[in-house]
């Protein structure tokens, strides 16, 4: 046996689930877990039968031509209705549906039946538009409620929606409009961002200039009003002047509000299209992620309510953007299904201040908050004085996605924001999964900060090497190995391949591992058999025959008192096959001095071993980051090895590199 990937950094602080919280907990039997292996299907059906259907299934599963999926077979429902209607028609219809904050601090409350009412109003307006059953609709808006309004309109009338990124510019419009044919756009004339405006309708426009064909609508939501506001130096144009395009351009307040509020849900297979979602991929052309109706809802609402212990009055906050995954699992699909009240919130963490976030929990009692690494080396980058003058003792349970959570921030955040009350909870998933697949289930794991833990119940994850073998079942017992991650089982809301483009599907993720899904993830499996991911395997540095994962020695600098945050590539070296390179982001509390980067090279070799002792550290202000906030390490590569820097459409700011580079160049010279 071999390992593909060498396992250095220790961290052996682990936390029980507080004995209250487990009481209570929505799930605390740890028997779940083995009576879920038992029966997967079974465990997966249960839940299903929590939602409302039309028509009930005859197959739960079938997997009779995989990699291509069907679950619930013969089952007809709508999302819409499970996630508003049968709320809005209990006891649930004055309750709190969406709870929503904008930048400028405007403040909307919706209950269930006023949810209803305005999705159902939007939808009769889609119909107008000529949206029918079977069609795609771009939704390029603002984080305001129209956007959830928009999400569940389409679900309400059969079109599948494709969200794409407010921060997103024309020509990714433009390439995800035309590789899903959208008929219609829902926009805004712009969202609030950090104080400026973000010109969205203008994007449509340059976008359809550019040729997109199969758009034959546009229906615009006045959110900024912005006549005469100046963005980037350039004044924007009232929404509905410029290039308003008549015959095309439909104004919201014009169509939506004369609407009925009578729209009938329509009544969709289990496996019929829910949504289109685009992920960049490392390479090539975005993919568009497709997620089916059934299995799909079954898998965010049961994770929902174990994950996070969804209970009736608590309000959930997760701060992802409805354009990526995150905000369609977890803002949208996931806590309506359980008829939870949400959180929303429009804009930046720093605006007015760098307390915004720890201001909205006080202010509206939040009680969970799910939000990124990203967000969270942020704020200790900014102080602790931040959180410190706000009272957030409604919070009772913390969770983190989209990018492994080195240890030293996820005690930070158990500390300083959870004040030691709160499980965290670490979800490892993908758009491709559509719902959280390993995570600790806060009333029953004793949590280790850093590891994600273990499967979801009725999921199962493991750690293979190059050829394939299952490191987790050869090793010896309390044996720590290190490889690939993969899945072995199908569960519900699995993607069912790429739009058009099956092969692509396969090729990617169903091919290195025949039978098994590969996520292009590395990960460890400790001694207690929890799992430690390791980021993409693309990133895996290969040093004097080592593979050493960047994350790992990220952790080890972001450990050290004066390191709010860390990216770590192998930069090509003459002997040492790839060497180390560091690029490091200092609290606000701490300055670059003399001495520190000698001290910081040192601190990494103690704490994870002389061989991932960095060549070079260089002191940044910002690291280059997708849009997502997931650090691009390629670029940095790039950077490092003197190259023309490669596809930057997804990079959040280009201002960041290019310092970057010039700063790299100036100290190699
Ligand atoms: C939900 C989301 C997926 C990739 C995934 C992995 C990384 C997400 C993580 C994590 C370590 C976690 N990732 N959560 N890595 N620990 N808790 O982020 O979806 O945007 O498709 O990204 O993000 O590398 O493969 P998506």
């Given at each position: 046996?071999?390992?593909?990937?060498?396992?250095?950094?220790?961290?052996?602080?682990?936390?029980?689930?507080?004995?209250?919280?487990?009481?209570?907990?929505?799930?605390?039997?740890?028997?779940?877990?083995?009576?879920?292996?038992?029966?997967?299907?079974?465990?997966?059906?249960?839940?299903?039968?929590?939602?409302?259907?039309?028509?009930?299934?005859?197959?739960?599963?079938?997997?009779?031509?995989?990699?291509?999926?069907?679950?619930?077979?013969?089952?007809?429902l709508?999302?819409?209705?499970?996630?508003?209607?049968?709320?809005?028609?209990?006891?649930?219809?004055?309750?709190?549906?969406?709870?929503?904050?904008?930048?400028?601090?405007?403040?909307r409350?919706?209950?269930?039946?006023?949810?209803?009412?305005?999705?159902?109003?939007?939808?009769?307006?889609?119909?107008?538009?000529?949206?029918?059953?079977?069609?795609?609709?771009?939704v390029?808006?603002?984080?305001?409620?129209?956007?959830?309004?928009?999400?569940?309109?389409?679900?309400?009338?059969?079109?599948?929606?494709?969200?794409?990124?407010?921060?997103?510019?024309?020509?990714?419009?433009?390439?995800?409009?035309?590789?899903?044919?959208?008929?219609?756009?829902?926009?805004a004339?712009?969202?609030?961002?950090?104080?400026?405006?973000?010109?969205?309708?203008?994007?449509?426009?340059e976008?359809?200039?550019?040729?997109?064909?199969?758009?034959?609508?546009?229906?615009?939501?006045?959110?900024?009003?912005?006549?005469?506001?100046?963005?980037?130096?350039?004044?924007?144009?009232?929404?509905?002047?410029?290039?308003?395009?008549?015959?095309?351009?439909?104004?919201?307040?014009?169509?939506?509000?004369?609407?009925?509020?009578?729209?009938?849900?329509?009544?969709?297979?289990?496996?019929?299209?829910?949504?289109i979602?685009?992920?960049?991929?490392?390479?090539?052309?975005?993919?568009?992620?497709?997620?089916?109706?059934?299995?799909?809802?079954?898998?965010?609402?049961?994770?929902?309510k174990?994950?996070?212990?969804?209970?009736?009055?608590?309000l959930?906050?997760?701060?992802?953007?409805?354009?990526?995954?995150?905000?369609?699992?977890?803002?949208?699909?996931?806590?309506?299904?359980?008829?939870?009240?949400v959180?929303?919130y429009?804009?930046?963490?720093?605006?007015?201040?760098?307390?915004?976030?720890w201001?909205?929990?006080?202010?509206?009692?939040?009680?969970?908050?799910?939000?990124?690494?990203?967000?969270?080396?942020?704020?200790?980058?900014?102080?602790?004085?931040?959180?410190?003058?706000?009272?957030?003792?409604?919070?009772?349970?913390?969770?983190?996605?989209?990018?492994?959570?080195?240890?030293?921030?996820?005690?930070?955040?158990?500390?300083?924001?959870?004040?030691?009350?709160?499980?965290?909870?670490?979800?490892?998933?993908?758009?491709?999964?559509?719902?959280?697949?390993?995570?600790?289930?806060?009333?029953?794991?004793h949590?280790?900060?850093?590891?994600?833990?273990?499967?979801?119940?009725?999921?199962?994850?493991?750690?293979?090497?190059?050829?394939?073998?299952?490191?987790?079942?050869?090793?010896k017992?309390?044996?720590?190995?290190?490889?690939y991650?993969?899945?072995?089982?199908?569960?519900?809301?699995?993607?069912?391949?790429?739009?058009?483009?099956?092969?692509?599907f396969?090729?990617?993720?169903?091919?290195?591992?025949?039978?098994k899904?590969?996520?292009?993830?590395?990960?460890?499996?400790?001694?207690?058999?929890?799992?430690?991911?390791?980021?993409?395997?693309?990133?895996?540095?290969?040093?004097?025959?080592?593979?050493?994962?960047?994350?790992e020695?990220?952790?080890?600098?972001?450990?050290?008192?004066?390191?709010a945050?860390?990216?770590?590539?192998?930069?090509?070296?003459?002997?040492?096959?790839?060497?180390?390179?560091?690029?490091?982001?200092?609290?606000?509390?701490h300055?670059?001095?003399?001495?520190?980067?000698d001290?910081?090279?040192?601190?990494?070799?103690?704490?994870?071993?002389?061989?991932?002792?960095?060549?070079?550290?260089?002191?940044?202000?910002?690291l280059?980051?997708?849009?997502?906030?997931?650090?691009?390490?390629?670029?940095?590569?790039?950077?490092?090895?003197?190259?023309?820097?490669?596809?930057?459409t997804?990079?959040?700011?280009?201002?960041?590199?290019?310092?970057?580079?010039?700063?790299?160049?100036?100290?190699?010279?």
């Amino acid at each position: 046996m071999h390992e593909t990937i060498d396992t250095l950094l220790q961290e052996g602080r682990t936390f029980a689930p507080p004995a209250d919280f487990a009481a209570a907990a929505n799930v605390n039997d740890p028997a779940i877990y083995e009576q879920a292996a038992q029966d997967s299907v079974g465990f997966w059906e249960g839940w299903a039968k929590q939602l409302d259907w039309d028509q009930p299934w005859n197959q739960a599963l079938d997997w009779s031509n995989p990699p291509f999926v069907k679950w619930f077979v013969g089952g007809k429902l709508n999302a819409c209705f499970n996630c508003v209607d049968r709320h809005a028609a209990g006891e649930r219809s004055g309750k709190t549906a969406i709870l929503w904050e904008g930048e400028p601090g405007d403040i909307r409350r919706i209950s269930y039946s006023e949810l209803k009412d305005e999705v159902s109003r939007l939808a009769n307006a889609l119909k107008e538009l000529g949206v029918g059953k079977g069609d795609r609709v771009c939704v390029y808006m603002p984080m305001v409620p129209e956007l959830a309004f928009a999400m569940l309109a389409c679900a309400r009338i059969g079109a599948a929606h494709s969200v794409v990124f407010g921060g997103f510019s024309a020509e990714s419009l433009f390439d995800r409009i035309n590789d899903g044919q959208a008929k219609a756009v829902i926009t805004a004339d712009g969202g609030w961002r950090r104080g400026s405006v973000v010109p969205l309708k203008r994007a449509v426009d340059e976008a359809i200039q550019m040729g997109c064909p199969s758009i034959e609508k546009v229906l615009v939501l006045k959110r900024t009003g912005s006549e005469g506001l100046m963005t980037q130096g350039v004044p924007t144009p009232a929404y509905d002047q410029g290039k308003w395009v008549e015959g095309r351009d439909v104004r919201w307040e014009e169509l939506v509000p004369r609407q009925s509020v009578e729209c009938p849900c329509e009544s969709m297979d289990a496996e019929d299209l829910l949504y289109i979602l685009y992920t960049s991929g490392s390479t090539g052309k975005p993919k568009g992620i497709i997620h089916t109706t059934g299995g799909y809802l079954t898998g965010v609402m049961a994770t929902t309510k174990w994950v996070f212990d969804l209970k009736e009055d608590d309000l959930f906050w997760c701060t992802a953007d409805c354009g990526w995954v995150t905000g369609h699992s977890y803002v949208v699909y996931g806590p309506l299904a359980c008829g939870a009240s949400v959180m929303m919130y429009e804009g930046a963490p720093d605006m007015p201040d760098k307390d915004r976030f720890w201001r909205l929990i006080e202010a509206h009692k939040i009680t969970i908050l799910y939000t990124a690494p990203t967000a969270i080396r942020a704020f200790m980058k900014w102080g602790d004085e931040y959180p410190e003058r706000c009272d957030m003792s409604s919070l009772r349970l913390l969770g983190s996605v989209g990018e492994p959570i080195n240890p030293e921030a996820w005690i930070w955040y158990q500390q300083f924001i959870g004040k030691g009350r709160c499980p965290v909870v670490d979800t490892w998933w993908q758009t491709e999964t559509g719902q959280i697949m390993i995570t600790p289930l806060p009333g029953i794991t004793h949590t280790k900060p850093g590891s994600a833990t273990h499967s979801f119940p009725g999921i199962e994850a493991v750690v293979l090497n190059e050829e394939g073998v299952d490191l987790g079942a050869v090793r010896k017992p309390g044996q720590e190995v290190g490889g690939y991650l993969a899945l072995t089982r199908p569960w519900p809301a699995m993607t069912r391949g790429i739009y058009n483009d099956p092969e692509r599907f396969i090729k990617t993720y169903w091919s290195k591992f025949p039978g098994k899904y590969f996520p292009g993830d590395g990960t460890k499996m400790d001694g207690d058999g929890y799992f430690w991911l390791l980021g993409r395997v693309d990133d895996i540095m290969l040093v004097a025959g080592h593979n050493i994962s960047t994350m790992e020695v990220e952790s080890a600098l972001v450990d050290h008192p004066a390191v709010a945050e860390a990216a770590v590539i192998g930069k090509k070296h003459d002997l040492k096959g790839q060497a180390i390179s560091a690029f490091v982001l200092l609290r606000s509390t701490h300055q670059n001095r003399p001495g520190l980067i000698d001290e910081l090279k040192a601190h990494v070799a103690h704490k994870i071993g002389a061989i991932a002792r960095p060549d070079d550290i260089i002191i940044a202000a910002e690291l280059p980051k997708t849009r997502s906030g997931k650090i691009m390490r390629r670029l940095l590569r790039d950077v490092a090895e003197g190259r023309a820097l490669g596809d930057t459409t997804t990079l959040a700011d280009s201002n960041v590199v290019n310092t970057l580079k010039d700063k790299y160049e100036s100290m190699e010279s």
